[in-house]
Nanobody, 115 residues
Framework: EVQLVESGGGLVQPGGSLRLSCAASGITFSMYAMSWVRQAPGKGLEGVSTITTGGGSTSYADSVKGRFTISRDNAKNTLYLQMNSLKPEDTAVYYC????????WGQGTQVTVSS
């Protein structure tokens, strides 16, 4: 059974930081490109960032470029998203997803940026 379990969300003030983690099991993690996708209240899904299998290439949405950093540890089967300089508009449920076609999803973790 494939499981992607996100953690690290919470309430943070504007300008603060959070680090999300996504622990994967049931897949050969190192063979999957991985992504972070978010859904803000009342809005659709937005791709945040993607990382290739070996971590050598990353991409970011313009809205988070320069503030967020995606990384992975294939030895630990874990994906990360370091989020700095958080803004209220970053408030969303954050999901990790596996594969170029986003075939597997986690249950999501809530990030709320508010003073």
């Amino acid at each position: 059974e494939v499981q992607l379990v996100e953690s690290g969300g919470g309430l943070v003030q504007p300008g603060g930081s959070l680090r999300l983690s996504c622990a994967a099991s049931g897949i050969t993690f190192s063979m999957y490109a991985m992504s972070w996708v978010r859904q803000a209240p009342g809005k659709g899904l937005e791709g945040v960032s993607t990382i290739t299998t070996g971590g050598g290439s990353t991409s970011y949405a313009d809205s988070v470029k320069g503030r967020f950093t995606i990384s992975r540890d294939n030895a630990k089967n874990t994906l990360y998203l370091q989020m700095n300089s958080l803004k209220p508009e970053d408030t969303a449920v954050y999901y990790c997803a596996a594969g170029r076609s986003l075939g597997y999803w986690g249950q999501g973790t809530q990030v709320t940026v508010s003073s």
